[in-house]
């Protein structure tokens, strides 16, 4: 099997302004040559000018609205791909983040990205808004199968920092974080999807006397006939401060770039 394309995901904490930050960002993710990316939390405008003058060999597309983080898709214009942002993720709430959909065409094949970054709470509101935006996310898959001709058919990925933090509840109840992804792995598998696996356990930290501990927050979710390389035996790779061989290197990176680590596979055809 030959690659189809590569896709990053990573949420680059609070990305605005400081023009190092914003150059040091962009060459880690120049070193990966991913063709489609998709950059979470760009909050300043210069984000995307840099990007654009930097990396002329893409295309680039952003969410917009009333909320203050976007997500901000690449795609290599070797690639012929069409953008839409999909507000039915906001849950009826105008300030969350809208999802962003990159159809994209590979080997005379259509491929459907949908990027997510769902409420980051571990409260009942939090739990219950992103498990109606994981809820939309599966169904889609119904849409994009009748699009392509039947059930099954459809190529579809949604992907991105989902934030499965669980719920803080009194008196016992609360609910942990592995329980709402196993959730998550039952809709997809209803749908004919899998959560794929990663060679990392977790995707997201604060850095040494954080209050936050280490977290499986970045997922892929993909149509189960796709077929992807693997990095050991994981079909995604994270890269960044998992990576790190000592804790204070980790801390460095952390410092450097994001809280959260980049998320990247290959598709294959």
Not at 13 to 18: A, L, V
Not at 135 to 158: C, E, S, T, V
Not at 246 to 252: D, L, P, Y
Request: charged fraction near 25%.
């Amino acid at each position: 099997m030959k690659k189809a394309f590569s896709v990053a995901s990573w949420n680059v904490e609070h990305f605005k302004g400081e023009p190092a930050r914003v150059k040091r960002i962009i060459q880690f993710l120049e070193a990966e040559k991913p063709d489609v990316f998709a950059l979470i939390e760009v909050e300043g405008k210069e984000v995307f000018q840099t990007l654009t003058s930097r990396m002329p060999d893409y295309s680039f597309h952003i969410t917009e609205g009333r909320q203050c983080q976007e997500i901000l898709v690449g795609a290599k214009r070797t690639f012929t791909s069409f953008f839409t942002q999909k507000t039915e993720f906001k849950a009826g709430n105008a300030y969350l983040r809208p999802g962003a959909l990159l159809t994209i065409i590979a080997g005379n094949k259509t491929y459907t990205l949908l990027f997510l970054h769902t409420k980051s709470h571990s409260t009942p509101l939090g739990l219950g808004l992103r498990d109606d935006m994981f809820d939309k996310a599966a169904k889609f898959r119904k849409i994009l199968d009748k699009a392509a001709g039947g059930p099954g058919q459809a190529n579809y990925i949604f992907l991105g920092d989902l934030n499965p933090l669980g719920m803080d509840y009194p008196y016992n109840k609360d609910i942990d974080p592995q329980l709402e992804l196993k959730k998550l792995d039952r809709r997809a598998k209803y749908r004919k999807m899998q959560r794929l696996t990663k060679d990392e356990k977790f995707t997201f930290w604060n850095g040494t006397g954080s209050s936050y501990p280490k977290a499986d927050l970045d997922h892929v979710v993909a149509a189960g006939h796709l077929k992807f390389k693997k990095f050991g035996e994981a079909a995604v790779t994270v890269l960044g401060w998992p990576k790190e061989p000592t804790e204070a290197k980790q801390n460095q990176w952390i410092s450097k770039y994001s809280d959260h680590a980049m998320i990247y596979f290959e598709i294959m055809h």
